[in-house]
């Protein structure tokens, strides 16, 4: 199930943010990045926002799925993520990517609802909603069914939103550092380390596709 989209209405009930600069009226134009949007909504358009929206959501919310194992627990951290972002937009770098910013203020959301539940943050995550199997199949594909079904088994969390935001984001490892709140080399041993698990656990199961040699060097060459 995907989450309802956060309404104008629901966003009108927050503290907008205030306006920095006129708006350049990027949400009239179909190709305008996220930051170009992210730079109205900072100037004040709740349109510009709006798309961030509908463009984000679904992501936030199969980022969280994946964290919660819970499609009403990432429903609700999807509507606060945006609802933080919105009351955020102020605080927000458009010189750095919109969706980092974003899955950064989502991550800590999906750590700080861990923590109240007494889960541990280096718990493996052992179990995958049917639900996600359906919402991200295009998904599963790039990185391999086989491949979601060892790294759900035998990654840590930490391991596993670095895993998600490289192989489903494309996020190079220096802003999946940022995410997790690592250094550059750090996210990229995280990374190795998490594809050296995955490997094992193929090769028990007589798979190894080559993209999963820990040695493949696919780590965008970043610090």
């Keep these: 199930m995907i989450p309802a989209a956060v309404t104008a209405t629901t966003l009108g009930a927050h503290a907008p943010p205030a306006p920095s600069a006129a708006a350049s009226h990027a949400a009239t134009h179909p190709e305008a990045s996220a930051e170009d949007l992210a730079r109205d909504a900072q100037a004040g ?72 539940a007494g889960v541990a943050r280096e718990r493996p995550m052992v179990a995958e909603p049917a639900a996600l199997r359906t919402i991200d199949a295009d998904d599963r594909r790039r990185l391999g069914n086989e491949a979601w079904i060892a790294a759900g088994e035998v990654l840590n969390e930490r391991q596993h939103v670095a895993v998600w935001l490289r192989y489903v984001e494309n996020l190079p490892p220096s802003e999946i550092a940022r995410v997790l709140g690592v250094t550059g080399p750090t996210a990229r041993i995280i990374l190795f380390r998490a594809r050296q698990a995955i490997a094992r656990a193929l090769a028990e199961r007589g798979l190894l596709p080559e993209q999963y040699n820990p040695g493949a ?7």
Aim: aromatic share 12%; proline share 1%; no cysteine.
């Design 45 to 116: 358009s709740l349109r510009a926002f709006t798309r961030l929206v509908e463009t984000h959501e679904r992501r936030v919310f199969a980022f969280l799925l994946r964290r919660t194992r819970s499609e009403a627990d990432a429903e609700e951290m999807t509507q606060e993520t945006f609802l933080r972002a919105w009351r955020s937009l102020g605080r927000y770098d458009a010189g750095r990517p919109f969706a980092t910013w974003l899955f950064t203020i989502a991550s800590r959301i999906a750590t700080d609802a861990h923590r109240r």
């Design 217 to 223: 060097g696919d780590d965008g060459g970043e610090a």
